[in-house]
């Protein structure tokens, strides 16, 4: 039957301040970044907005566009009945025939008026939707031009880092296999609850290296004596002294 491997607790701490001083390397490359990927991200949705914007303006104005074509249809067309009913009423033979015509001619001539009102009101819209869609176009055109650079930084900086970041994330990956279920969630807690992403800190200076809380001598003593795994009492980081911390690489 296999045992299982007891481990020491100055093993577990030494392999909990590997994995956290991987995870700081980590972290700065993440800094180097900056907000870089975020602002990446908000530039692309802005844009996606933008040219969606776009779409729906070029849709208007080409449905305004085939309005005013229709009602250029609808005027030619009543001046061909104009010209007909004209015609027609040459050679009317009663008052009831040309009483007829001519309701036709002014109700053509009323047609092509409206029409006429149709054609001005909407080529006054199409003039409002084409200056939208003009400032739509100039705003992305400089939300392109802006994430460009955005992209050309992050992609740099990727470039540049890429290499050690893969060989971190491998480092990390094994460096937390070494550290039980347990003890690594409760890294992963502490880790993050702050925004240094500190869970394993040294004393210095007396304090926790996190913190900065007076540690107590009594405390400090127990703490190199590497019988227990002591948390800090006031931000609840694991402490290490500081032989034990530098003992450890990466």
Do not use: W
Request: proline share 2%; glycine share 4%; charged share 40%.
């Amino acid at each position: 039957m296999a045992t299982t491997k007891e481990y020491s607790v100055e093993e577990k701490l030494k392999a909990l301040i590997r994995v956290q001083k991987i995870e700081s390397k980590l972290d700065e490359i993440q800094i180097l970044k900056g907000e870089l990927p975020m602002e990446v991200k908000d530039l692309e949705d802005e844009i996606e907005g933008l040219n969606a914007r776009k779409n729906r303006i070029e849709e208007e104005i080409n449905g305004i566009q085939e309005f005013i074509q229709s009602k250029k249809d609808a005027i030619l067309e009543s001046q061909a009945l104009l010209v007909k009913y004209e015609k027609q009423s040459e050679n009317v033979k009663n008052n009831r025939e040309f009483e007829a015509i001519n309701k036709e001619i002014e109700m053509q001539g009323l047609e092509i008026k409206l029409s006429e009102k149709h054609i001005r009101d909407a080529n006054e819209e199409l003039i409002e939707k084409s200056e939208v869609l003009e400032k739509a176009k100039k705003a992305i055109a400089v939300k392109e031009k802006n994430l460009e650079h955005k992209k050309g930084e992050l992609d740099k900086i990727v470039a540049d880092t890429q290499k050690e970041e893969d060989q971190l994330r491998s480092l990390v990956n094994g460096a937390r296999e070494a550290v039980e279920d347990r003890l690594i969630a409760s890294f992963d807690r502490i880790r993050n609850s702050y925004r240094n992403g500190l869970s394993v800190v040294p004393i210095e200076r007396e304090s926790c290296g996190g913190c900065f809380n007076t540690i107590p001598p009594q405390r400090q003593s127990e703490i190199k004596q590497h019988k227990k795994i002591i948390v800090c009492e006031n931000c609840g980081r694991i402490l290490v002294d500081a032989d034990l911390n530098d003992s450890v690489e990466p």
